[in-house]
C-alpha cells in the first residue's frame, strides 16, 4: 500500500487548494481513505475521511462547510478540496487507508489507520 500527496503550497488566507492522495499497489475502493492534519508542535488530528462502500464522508467541526472530501477509484485517487482556508490550518496533511470501514471505527481517528503517506505542507499566510 502506497499513498503519496500533493498539492501543498502557501496561499493567502481565503484562498483554496485541492490535495490530492495518489494510491498505488492496492484497490482504493476497498479502503476507507482519511485526511490528517499536523500543525507544528502539535497532534496530527483527524480532517476528513470517506467510505469506501457508499462514500460516506466525515469532517472535523473544525473544516466542516469549507473541506469536502471527494474519491475516484478508477483514478486511485481522492481529494481534498480546501476553502476558505485559515492561518489555523497550517501544517502538514497526510492522507491515510485502512481497510475498516467507517462504521467500525471513528473514521477521524488516527490509530484506525495503518498506511499513511508521508504529508503535504499547506501554509496559510499573507
Known amino acids: 500500500v502506497q499513498l503519496l500527496e500533493s498539492g501543498g503550497d502557501l496561499v493567502q488566507p481565503g484562498g483554496s487548494l485541492r490535495l490530492s492522495c495518489a494510491a498505488s499497489?492496492?484497490?482504493?475502493?476497498?479502503?476507507?481513505i482519511g485526511w490528517f492534519h499536523q500543525a507544528p508542535v502539535k497532534e496530527r488530528e483527524g480532517v476528513s475521511s470517506?467510505?469506501?462502500?457508499?462514500?460516506?464522508?466525515y469532517y472535523a467541526d473544525s473544516v466542516k462547510g469549507r473541506f469536502t472530501i471527494s474519491r475516484d477509484n478508477a483514478k486511485k485517487m481522492v481529494f481534498l478540496q480546501m476553502n476558505s482556508l485559515k492561518p489555523q490550518d497550517t501544517g502538514v496533511y497526510y492522507c491515510?487507508?485502512?481497510?475498516?470501514?467507517?462504521?467500525?471505527?471513528?473514521?477521524?481517528?488516527?490509530?484506525?489507520?495503518?498506511?499513511w503517506g508521508r504529508g503535504t505542507q499547506v501554509t496559510v499566510s499573507s
Open positions: 491515510a487507508a485502512t481497510r475498516r470501514g467507517t462504521l467500525s471505527f471513528p473514521p477521524l481517528n488516527r490509530r484506525g489507520y495503518d498506511y
Open positions: 499497489a492496492f484497490t482504493l475502493a476497498d479502503y476507507t
Open positions: 470517506i467510505d469506501p462502500t457508499d462514500g460516506r464522508t
